[in-house]
């Protein structure tokens, strides 16, 4: 043992509080992300009895096939002073916690160090288990506690500006998408006085292919009458598996770095710029959306100005929407791609049972709304004042995940105590 570590089965203690009055309704689940969240489980006719009761400030864990996920979900409830979680779980609080803090604590289960070492740990466990004898074995380092509550203050203050940042960039989604909604949907873009178009008599027409009333000035058409859709590089030249790394010249974005809110730069893989230069299409160009083709079909990604990667390619997973003569026209897609009515059709349209999947063919026989050049560029130039600031606050928490990350690195290190010897 080092000579400033601990066990941890020295500060922690299993409870088994049962929810016998069944007065408790509120089930969480945990999370591999090492997060409470709502359950989704069916629990109609299920005794809520035999649920064990969670209090705020105590942990629950998972311990079982650790190695196979290569993580131990374990959380504290912070949000809740109590709830129900499954029976299967242990539970567990800090016996004194003068000596050690619940949140100092987490922070250490926090970091990967942790996860590889409960691993290692979970390989002579049944299936991959890690056994409690085996947690409560693994130590960490204990700095007073005047300390401790500098570091949790430490880690609070970035936790707290990422959360900001997101609730921030809800908000200028939020206000987005009903922008696209009041112009494309409702109609009621300005008019030629600045006033709402259809509800101050501008003209309107039936269209027989969108089954509806449309702006006169608008009108149908397909995907690719106004951006250039185009696949991912399939060919010979397609990187094998030796030909990724963690860093390098080009971002190689896989199914996973596209979501239902943009792209998420976990995980991500990387090839060298001679292989960047022989693979022949997928390469992203600003203004650009990416769009999930295959798996998960659906997810799109606007690669904007303040995207921090130059250099980006995508897999055979996904395909590029690229503006024609008016490059910011991805941009107006990528909200039509993300309304219901949208979602929808493409819906209709996937084949494949194992993994659905959208074929190009098919995504361009869906009849869209084409709104007159005008209303397109005058949507374009206040959107992507509202895209910019999100993806500047997106590219602040990226930096911020980092130097929690950093944080969590300097408790094994001692760099935040070492003062105290």
Not at 135 to 164: A, H, W
Not at 362 to 380: A, C, G, N, W, Y
Request: glycine share 6%; proline share 3%; hydrophobic share 35%.
């Amino acid at each position: 043992m080092k000579s400033n570590y601990n066990r941890i089965g020295e500060y922690i203690r299993l409870v088994d509080e049962r929810n016998t009055s069944q007065n408790i309704t509120l089930l969480l689940g945990l999370t591999i992300s090492k997060e409470f969240i709502p359950s989704v489980a069916n629990i109609v006719g299920a005794d809520m009895a035999r649920y064990k009761i969670i209090r705020k400030n105590q942990f629950a864990c998972s311990l079982m096939q650790v190695r196979r996920d290569k993580k131990m979900p374990v959380a504290l409830l912070r949000d809740y002073d109590e709830a129900i979680i499954s029976q299967a779980y242990p539970v567990f609080e800090i016996d004194d916690t003068q000596k050690l803090l619940p949140e100092y604590l987490m922070m250490w289960m926090s970091r990967a160090e942790f996860d590889r070492e409960a691993c290692f740990y979970a390989v002579g466990g049944v299936r991959g288990s890690l056994e409690w004898k085996d947690f409560c074995s693994m130590e960490l380092p204990v700095p007073k506690i005047e300390t401790q509550k500098k570091i949790v203050k430490e880690y609070n203050t970035i936790v707290y500006r990422i959360n900001l940042n997101d609730r921030l960039n809800q908000k200028l989604e939020e206000t987005a998408r009903s922008i696209y909604k009041q112009w494309f949907e409702d109609f009621e873009f300005p008019d030629e006085n600045g006033k709402p178009y259809k509800s101050n008599g501008g003209e309107m027409v039936y269209n027989e292919d969108l089954d509806m009333e449309i702006p006169k000035e608008f009108r149908d058409g397909f995907i690719n009458d106004i951006v250039d859709v185009i696949d991912g590089d399939r060919g010979v030249n397609y990187p094998g598996q030796n030909e990724y790394s963690i860093e390098d010249y080009c971002l190689f974005l896989n199914a996973g770095n596209v979501t239902n809110t943009g792209f998420a730069f976990l995980n991500t893989s990387f090839i060298s710029k001679e292989k960047d230069r022989v693979l022949r299409k997928g390469k992203l160009n600003r203004n650009d959306v990416a769009f999930t083709t295959r798996g998960t079909v659906g997810n799109i990604a606007y690669y904007g100005k303040h995207i921090e990667y130059e250099h980006i390619r995508i897999n055979s997973g996904m395909i590029i929407l690229r503006g024609k003569k008016y490059k910011m026209a991805p941009l107006y897609v990528y909200f039509m791609m993300n309304n219901d009515v949208m979602k929808m059709s493409i819906k209709n349209y996937l084949s494949g049972s194992a993994q659905p999947q959208l074929p190009i063919k098919d995504l361009v026989t869906i009849s869209i709304l084409i709104p007159s050049r005008t209303i397109l560029e005058h949507f374009v130039n206040i959107i992507i004042n509202l895209q910019n600031h999100i993806d500047l606050t997106n590219k602040q928490n990226r930096n911020l995940y980092k130097l929690l990350g950093v944080n969590l690195s300097k408790l094994s290190s001692g760099y935040h105590y070492r003062s105290e010897a």
